[in-house]
């Protein structure tokens, strides 16, 4: 995963921050947490683990990217991770919750659905449900 930790003037890099991959019957779940775009960490984790069945991959809070790229990844770059795991589905995280960066509350769901169709995937592999919302995955 890349990215930092801090919560004050003094303390860079001194908190736990990770991802994390969830063993289950079904395949393997990918939590991503918050982190910027790493092909070399997707490798990994197929490596290691497999393709994942489902992965939580952040969505936003993505601009400016002069300053956010490294720790966040943009949709775009979402979209590219999804297809990088070669997962079958994956949920949006990090959006429509706190205004963390400067881009707009609808952009992560605009700019994920436009990677989506760049990219050829089926919108209905890569879901952002609205806070409460909830969904079922396919068995296999």
Known sequence: ???WSARGLFDRMEALWGAFVI???GGPVYFLADAGYAKALSEEVLTKYGSPRLSLIPVGAYEPRWFMAYNHMNP???VQTFLDLGGRHAVGTQYEVFAMADEGYDDPRRDLGAALQRHGVDPSRF???K???WFTLPAR
Do not use: C
């Open 1 to 3: 995963m890349q990215h």
């Open 127 to 129: 879901l952002l449900p």
């Open 23 to 25: 063993e289950a019957p």
């Open 76 to 78: 775009e770059e979402a």
């Open 131 to 133: 806070p409460g919302e």
